[in-house]
Antibody, heavy 121, light 110 residues
Framework: EVQLLDSGGGLVQPGGSLRLSCAAS????????MSWVRQAPGKGLQWVSG????????YYADSVKGRFTISRDNSKNTLYLQMSSLRAEDTAVYFC??????????????WGQGTLVTVSS | QSVLTQPPSVSAAPGQKVTISCSGS????????VSWYQQLPGTAPKLLIY???ERPSGIPDRFSGSKSGTSATLGITGLQTGDEADYYC???????????FGGGTKLTVL
């Protein structure tokens, strides 16, 4: 059974940094692209960033480009999102999501439970 | 403002049928497969339809998907109160090099 366990969320001040993690199990992690998708309170889904299976290709939404960095450690079956220069508008539940293929852009067949990031002073 | 356009809400009575539309452009829906996700209140999204019209195992055939040109449609028949949820369409956008979602549609089963 595929399991994605998101962690690392919390309260951070504007301008601060936070690193999210997504521990994967139940599938061969190194064969699939992964993404982070967020959902602000009461709002819809917003794709944040994605990474190919090998980690060789990364993609970002314009709203986070230059501030967030996605990475993965295939030896640890873990996906990361390093977030810096955080803003109030980054407040959201962040979900990690497994793509169906090695490349990004297929569809997400499994999702983590989400971790809440709150940016506030 | 979402790249893909969905109606904010739809409603129908139990047992009835409802459709949810998702409109895009040639840079996304027009040249890629569409997927649909169901998000029950307080939970993570769940894959409902992939590759325009395919259902993952475990998804009942009351749920169906279709695509024509730059638009896609999710259909739900035999509505149940348990179907009340938010529904999102998604696809890849070649111009943005990004995954894009619709704004979501809240389904109410009256």
């Amino acid at each position: 059974e595929v399991q994605l366990l998101d962690s690392g969320g919390g309260l951070v001040q504007p301008g601060g940094s936070l690193r999210l993690s997504c521990a994967a199990s139940g599938f061969t992690f190194s064969l699939y692209a992964m993404s982070w998708v967020r959902q602000a309170p009461g709002k819809g889904l917003q794709w944040v960033s994605g990474i190919s299976a090998t980690g060789g290709s990364t993609y970002y939404a314009d709203s986070v480009k230059g501030r967030f960095t996605i990475s993965r450690d295939n030896s640890k079956n873990t996906l990361y999102l390093q977030m810096s220069s955080l803003r109030a508008e980054d407040t959201a539940v962040y979900f990690c999501a497994k793509d169906h293929s090695t490349r990004l852009g297929d569809y997400f067949d499994s999702w983590g439970q989400g971790t809440l990031v709150t940016v506030s002073s | 403002q979402s790249v893909l356009t969905q109606p904010p809400s739809v409603s129908a009575a139990p047992g009835q049928k409802v459709t949810i539309s998702c409109s895009g452009s040639s840079s996304n829906i027009g040249n890629n497969y569409v997927s649909w996700y169901q998000q029950l209140p307080g939970t993570a999204p769940k894959l409902l339809i992939y590759d325009n019209d395919e259902r993952p195992s475990g998804i009942p055939d009351r749920f169906s998907g279709s695509k024509s040109g730059t638009s896609a449609t999710l259909g739900i028949t035999g509505l149940q109160t348990g179907d009340e949820a938010d529904y999102y369409c998604g696809t890849w956008d070649y111009s943005l090099s990004a995954v894009v979602f619709g704004g979501g549609t809240k389904l109410t089963v009256l």
